[in-house]
């Protein structure tokens, strides 16, 4: 197995293994599930997001995630308005609250990884802990690069 076939390999098992399955608010003591919490990482505050888009994105239907909004919205996490330009057009947003669960809301749980790293010897710890260092370092050099890298990157290829 190559090197990024075993990164592309690795990082999914890793995250399913360690992903945060409820999220408590600290203010209301509500709990979210992960779907919830996977919506309100894909608003903002600001910008607003139609709701077919949103449902698309995460591949439900647009009466999934409207059932999934309308419990959001109760719980005062989005707010929903219908678009002034296209009434038709529902668009979602996060609300003060929804923007604290966003920024409070880890990838991984952090007991699980430590129940992993705690599962190695002191050596391959040091190594797993330096080694994924190394690695985001590099991503962020990539994501400082900019667009043009990226497009350098995918020039002639098709657009999924």
Do not use: W
């Not at 409820?22 to 709990?31: F, H, M, N, P």
């Not at 894909?42 to 059932?67: C, F, I, K, N, R």
Request: with cysteine; charged share 25%.
């Amino acid at each position: 197995m190559s090197d990024i076939e075993t990164v592309l390999s690795a990082l999914p098992r890793i995250q399913f293994a360690c992903r945060v399955t409820l999220v408590q608010d600290s203010v209301s003591g509500r709990l979210l599930t992960e779907r919830q919490t996977r919506i309100l990482s894909q608003l903002h505050t600001t910008d607003p997001t139609m709701v077919t888009e949103l449902a698309e994105y995460m591949g439900v239907t647009a009466s999934t995630m409207s059932l999934n909004l309308k419990r959001l919205s109760e719980a005062g996490f989005i707010s929903r308005e219908r678009d002034p330009e296209d009434r038709r057009v529902m668009n979602v947003r996060l609300t003060e609250s929804g923007g604290k669960i966003r920024e409070a809301v880890r990838v991984l749980d952090p007991g699980r990884v430590e129940a992993m790293l705690t599962s190695l010897s002191g050596a391959e710890r040091r190594l797993v802990v330096r080694g994924l260092a190394v690695l985001a370092d590099a991503a962020d050099g990539l994501v400082t690069q900019g667009s043009d890298y990226i497009r350098s990157l995918t020039e002639g290829t098709e657009s999924l």
